[in-house]
């Protein structure tokens, strides 16, 4: 190897002369005091940037640029200087992580109010969301339009980011919430919703709470992952992967620094059951990750959640600080003798980062790019350690089957999709909301539970933006991993957004391009240049009002293909499968 | 990269050919070995792979999606093709992608690879987004034309981890605005740049170019067909850095360094890069 350039003079991080103002720097303060500023050693500034990455406090990037952007309303020259400086952060680089993410601006907005952010995807559209902009706009607020907010079964939705004031969601105080399943003792992954104070521990406990964490901690670590092995849970964050095998693979790992990660950065369009899980039954995400980090061996564990969701933040927050002063979170867990500790993490307007390796970037202070496969996480996950990242309906699974063991979990469902699924239903259907049922369920009777369609059913979007459309011949769909893959389709993250023949589907096929355009990290050309194409060509089918034209349509399957094949990550692979779906539903495409 | 020739050799088939590479060789430099011309952008064989740009991707038995040879450890036993339809297709869909936003007219090796896979990039929808920025030319020494910009992300690397741990430049914003830039887009003697030209150096389609160059193109004087190279090393300290300078009516108008000489790799400082504009 050529010798590099290592400690080199010119390599000094160089700052420009805008400074801090006072209450950028108390907001700068706030997350990283002083005294635990980065230490200047000049043999070590020059690995701060780039892939060094437990180097440092980078990690503590995003929390001081939101601290920043909560107090001042922006992130000024000033206050990216006074953050990069005191996280030994090159000022470029920390620009790229800023002007990464949604929630954090850069421009000088020229006003200290809120941000009244609107969403504009298909449940809210069809719930009448540019009369709310209209009237709000009407108040004098600023409006700016969002991705979906995560709230679709109460749409139109809103996300109030303040300034100087805490974030708020105005339908949660107004919200009197209740289950649509209220009282159904089916209910396994939901028992608890609703039922249980999700602000005390004791009322947990009184609920079963804790009882999972004792019986995993008396059968060990090999025991418990053996159960998860045999009950066949597969991961709902949307890839369907085996938990079982991925614990393995942490567990034999060698330690001590690896990671149990509880992936709460729900962005697909028309998924909202995170959020619920999260803001009703906190410890029990709490419970299962703290089981997931004893059966692995991993002390550290991490909750990113987006930041759109204030009060599920709050929640979880609260749920670990009670558990870590009831000794259920520390360095002996429940006397297990084992260590184990929850960080939680926001996320700041950015689809992409619920991809577990731009979330791992993320969390670390890097621009939220996802990381090529192979190495996968296991390995090379949170700071390139092993690292066990799940979605938290995956997680709270877990707790059922360590109790009942895998043969009682297995019960319901079918042989190769065992247990429940969560499904979120908006949209033009009866009662909206979160409803847990047996895979194996069709997806028929899943919308008669959920009160059935609301006029004449036009077609469902299976799985969200990322999902497909299927017709109502697809109602006697059993919803499993395996019939939906046989017909094209997929459960992804349990998404069932319900369409009549009225809604305009051209306005909403163009919307989900356009989502993709919008999130679409960049770093990839198939993805970066094909989904702004994708979003071109179909602007253009919706303006012509014609057919679309055969060079058209094989543009599109050509792009589709070298995202299919080319792309980084699951976005870029998923792109346009919404898009091709509607297409051969005739959905779009036909003329009008 | 690293020479590991005496290390236990690795087998692969590639295009139904088997090759022998050494342990920590990837699927690219098996190709290479194999005598296979790839595509590449954003690979630079002095900077650790980024595999961003998917032009080098190829089919591996076993491998869902396509995979990118630049970053792909060679494995015993992996089956590759490099010229089968799904690799022809992406390969076309990349460069063609490209050519609808960037202005690669200055970026020869991908105009070639382009016309090899029959990209076309004129069929998208008329007035599409591009990347629309304007010249920066802030010194007497490099210009950036980000019109050009592919987003290889090899200057970013170069001016980092990977030569010159100056972090002058990242890449800010998202998706099809994502951009190269400074800090709030702060000229370059406003930032951290220390004019080592390594950026310059490693740049695929001219978007980052000696001012002298930059000049004699608007002037539409730049004749490489009239330019001599010679030979020299570095005489401003004692390190020995080799400078290769382009000469043009005896006039130097570019200083590159070989990208396989041990001592700079490519790199060079801005007494050896930029010094003879001062002379
Ligand atoms: C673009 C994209 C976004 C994703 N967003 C989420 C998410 O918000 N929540 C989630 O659990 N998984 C998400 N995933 C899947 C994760 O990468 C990962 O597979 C999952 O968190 C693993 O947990 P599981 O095995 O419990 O499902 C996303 C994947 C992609 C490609
Ligand atoms: S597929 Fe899209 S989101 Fe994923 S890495 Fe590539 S550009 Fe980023
Ligand atoms: S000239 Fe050198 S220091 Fe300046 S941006 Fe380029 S690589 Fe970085
Ligand atoms: S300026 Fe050149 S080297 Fe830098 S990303 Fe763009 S094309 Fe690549
Ligand atoms: S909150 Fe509007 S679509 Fe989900
Ligand atoms: S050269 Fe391999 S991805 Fe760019």
Known sequence: MPPRLRGHPLADLHFGDDQPTEAEQAAIDAIVPPADAATVVETERIVRGGRSRRHGLRHLLLPVLHSLQHEIGWISPGGLNGAAERLGVPPAEAYGVATFYELLRTTDPGHRDDVVHLCVDPACAMAGNNDLRTSLEAEGARVHDSPCLGQCERAPALFVQGVGRPDRVPSDDEEDFHLPQAGDPSLRVLRRVGEVDPTSLDSYRDHGGYEALAAAIEMGSDAVIADISDSGLSGRGGAAFPTGIKWRAVADEPGPDKHVVANCDESEPGTFKDRIVCEHDPFAVIESMTIAGLATGSPHGWIYIRGEYPRATARLESAIAQARAAGLLGDDVAGSGQRFDIEVRRGAGAYICGEETALFNSIEGFRGEPRNKPPFPTTHGLFSQPTAINNPETLINVLDIVIEGPDAYRSVGTERSPGTRLFCLSGRIGVPGLYEVPFGTTLGELLDLAGGPTGELGSVLLGGAAGVFVGPDALDMPLTLEDTREAGATLGSGVVTVFDDTVDMEAVVVRIAEFFRDESCGQCVPCRVGTQRQHEVLVELQASGRPLAPERSELIDDMALAMVDASICGLGHTAASAVRSALALGLIGNSS | ?279
């Open chain 2, 1 to 279: 990269m690293s020479s590991v020739a005496t290390e236990t050799a690795v087998t692969i088939r590639i295009d139904g050919q088997e090759v022998a590479v050494p342990e920590g060789a990837t699927i690219l430099d098996a190709c290479d070995a194999a005598g296979v011309e790839t595509p590449t952008i954003c690979y630079g064989p002095t900077l650790t792979p980024v595999n961003v740009c998917r032009v080098c991707v190829v089919e591996l038995d076993g491998s869902r999606a396509l995979v990118p040879s630049c970053s792909r450890p060679a494995e015993e036993g992996m089956v590759v093709h490099t010229d089968s339809e799904r690799v022809r297709h992406s390969r076309k869909m990349v460069l063609e992608f490209l050519a609808t936003g960037v202005d690669v007219s200055q970026a020869d090796e991908l105009g070639q690879w382009a016309e090899h896979y029959g990209a076309d990039p004129d069929r998208y929808v008329p007035g599409g987004q591009t990347m629309d920025e304007p010249v920066r030319v802030q010194d007497n020494l490099y210009i950036r034309d980000y019109d050009k910009c592919v987003l290889c992300y090899r200057c970013v690397e170069a001016c980092g981890d990977d030569a010159q741990h100056t972090y002058a430049i990242s890449v800010a914003g998202r998706g099809f605005g994502a951009r190269i830039s400074t800090e709030f887009d702060v000229t370059l003697p406003d930032s951290a740049c220390v004019y080592c030209g390594n950026c310059v150096a490693v740049c695929p389609t001219n978007a980052l170019q000696f001012k002298t160059e930059f000049d004699l193109r608007q002037a539409d004087d730049w004749r490489p067909e009239d330019q001599t190279v010679t030979q020299t090393v570095c005489s401003y300290c004692g390190v020995g850095c080799n400078l290769e300078l382009h000469v043009q009516d005896n006039q130097i108008v570019k200083c590159t360094s070989p990208d396989d000489h041990d001592v700079t790799s490519g790199n060079l400082c801005i007494k050896g890069r930029f010094g003879w504009n001062y002379v």
